[in-house]
């Protein structure tokens, strides 16, 4: 599974970013597909979360800022990034987790962009 983000930027305070993942490849399942974030000398920790069925888990500062919804079709995760603050400058990593017919897990990650919102 390859995937390839986009979608990050330099935005104001209150202001609005979209990131989209394109998972290309092959695979039995992707069972789940999000987006994570990382700052200089801190680990990597999940934003939000999408699984097949549509169920979706946020981390507790985003929740009622962003949204999180995925294309099965065109295997594609998008997070909708509103009402943006300087905490939330990262870099953001889009994640897929594949299942095998026999049940081996595995998490995939892009490449990472880049999101920097400015006081």
């Known amino acids: 599974v390859q995937l390839q983000a986009s979608g990050g930027g330099l935005v104001q305070t209150g202001g609005s970013l979209r990131l989209s993942c394109v998972a290309s490849?092959?695979?039995?399942?992707?069972?789940?597909m999000g987006w994570y974030r990382q700052t200089p000398g801190n680990q990597r920790e999940l934003v939000a979360l999408?699984?097949?069925?549509?169920?979706?888990n946020y981390v507790d500062s985003v929740k009622g800022r962003f949204t999180i919804s995925r294309d099965n079709a065109q295997n594609t995760v998008y997070l909708q990034m509103n009402s943006l603050k300087p905490d939330d400058t990262a870099v953001y990593y889009c994640?897929?987790?594949?299942?095998?017919?026999?049940?081996?897990?595995?998490?995939?990650w892009g490449q990472g962009t880049q999101v920097t919102v400015s006081s």
């Open positions: 994640n897929a987790r594949s299942v095998t017919s026999w049940g081996r897990a595995r998490d995939h």
């Open positions: 490849g092959s695979w039995d399942s992707l069972v789940s």
């Open positions: 999408v699984s097949d069925d549509g169920e979706t």
